[in-house]
């Protein structure tokens, strides 16, 4: 009978260990999306932001090779992603979105090509804002006054995009914000309940003797080790819903740069084991302090 219940105990207790591995392995795979998501979104921002294009025009007296050598010398500024050389035929291209509309724009011209080559520039995201951009044309224009006409580039598109990133992103954290707190929440509650089964051992550890610091010794080592087990299956569950978003979906991309992804995990694996530490430990003083009557 004493077998048996010593049998129905230890699985008890592996149970309740593996149940809270899982908990908390569910709630690290939750802030991990949360946090892939922020990542997640700079990166697309960046995308869109750097995909915004001016164009410059020069002068007429300038010919090809001119332009060409600005377009070399535009390379080397820092404030762009991307500088290159817009010949007249893929001016006309591009305007015209068609072989049958090019033909007709000819025809009016007597076939004579009425667009001239261009620089098209496309800025660096923190370069990408209507401020930044109004100062880019300006340096542009005294820097080659000689030589540049006009800097033309969609305002609208400019701000558009950063307004809408910047709504986007407010909500976003708002609602990360929110779900990071339910997370903490139900660490807190997961942890708790498996130290609840155990009120009785840790008084019983303090009642012959043992001090505060020597009972709470094995329970911050067994939670260091599930904070570090939970953060290895979240971290797998994310990657595998990851690999699944990138390969599955042909629409969704997620990308993210070495040092992102590194921040990521990092930020996994120090969540997990700070907060099941210090929900041990604040679970734990509970007990301690608690009367013996109070346990039942």
């Given amino acids: 009978m004493a077998k048996k219940a010593e049998s129905y105990s230890k699985r008890g207790i592996r149970t309740g260990y593996i149940s809270t591995v899982i908990g908390i ?16 979104l700079r990166s697309i921002e960046k995308q ?15 010919n090809d090779a001119d332009i060409k050598q600005i377009e070399e010398e535009l390379k080397s500024w ?6 290159f050389f817009i010949s007249p035929e893929r001016a006309i291209q591009e305007f015209a979105g068609g072989e049958e509309a090019e033909q007709e724009i000819l025809a009016v011209f007597d076939d004579e090509n009425p667009l001239p080559a261009t620089i098209g520039i ?8 209507q401020a930044a951009m109004a100062k880019l044309k300006r340096k542009l224009l005294n820097h080659y006054k000689d030589e540049i006409d006009e800097v033309n580039y969609d305002k609208a598109s400019v701000s558009n995009v950063n307004l809408g990133f910047k709504q986007f992103a407010i909500l976003f954290l708002a609602v990360a914000l929110l779900l ?10 997961t942890i708790r309940l498996a130290l609840y089964s155990k009120r009785f051992t840790i008084k019983t550890m303090q009642l012959v003797g ?11 080592g067994q939670a260091l080790f599930q904070g570090l087990l939970s953060a290895l299956i979240g971290l797998a569950l994310l990657l595998t819903v990851f690999y699944g978003l990138n390969n599955l979906l042909e629409t969704v991309q997620i990308a993210y740069t070495l040092e992102s992804f590194l921040i990521l995990i990092s930020s996994l694996f120090v969540i997990a084991v700070f907060i099941t530490m210090i929900s041990t430990w604040f679970a734990l003083n509970k007990y301690l302090r608690m009367k013996l009557d109070d346990l039942y």
Avoid: C, W
Avoid at 78 to 83: L, R
Avoid at 180 to 189: D, K, P, S, T, Y
């Fill in 25 to 40: 392995s569910l709630v690290i795979f939750m802030i991990g999306l949360v946090l892939g998501g922020i990542f997640g």
């Fill in 48 to 62: 869109a932001k750097e995909n915004l294009q001016a164009d410059i025009f020069f002068k007429s007296e300038l």
């Fill in 78 to 83: 820092p404030e762009f992603a991307d500088v």
């Fill in 122 to 129: 496309k800025p660096k995201m923190a370069y990408a804002s």
């Fill in 180 to 189: 990071i707190i339910i997370a903490v929440a139900m660490i807190n509650n």
């Fill in 210 to 220: 043992a001090t505060s610091m020597y009972i709470r010794k094995p329970f911050l």
